[in-house]
């Protein structure tokens, strides 16, 4: 695994050659804006992600290197790696992470404020806007689709998360 911050532009060079879904079809010159624009932190390991950020409004996260653990209630809910994104609805909704966010190893990541980028789409063709909006409900789509089969899988972490 890379740690020093040289070797996370190689990570994001790579995030950038194959987006995440969150990012799929936005142009790659825009995209490498995008990524220049958010603030990146490093999380050893099972240091909280949301320290300054207490719920998580207004802000998004994506893991460039590393893992992240999603918990509730000290139940871990969802696992995140490079490439996902964590709270991908904070450009369009104002509710609130209702998790903790703990690295698991050292991680980097992205943070994204809301009001940044949706600076960054004005300044941008509407289209642009509408395929993002697109990502977002995919991945929303394939979220609500893992936690439905954990569910009816009677995962038992899922179940005492409810």
Known sequence: MTSAPENISAALEQLQSEPPTLF???????????FTAASRRRAEPFEELLPGFPDGNGHGFLVVEGLVEARRNGTIIEQFSAGDFIGEAFL??????????????PT????????????FFRTRPEKTLKIYTMNVIE??????ISLYSRITKNDPQIQASL
């Open 92 to 105: 369009h909704s104002k509710a609130q992470l209702s998790c903790e966010l703990r690295a698991t190893v």
């Open 139 to 144: 991945a929303q789509h394939r979220h609500i």
């Open 24 to 34: 799929r079809n936005i142009p790659k010159h825009d995209l490498a804006e995008l």
């Open 108 to 119: 980097w990541v992205l943070i994204f404020k809301r009001s940044d980028l949706v600076q």
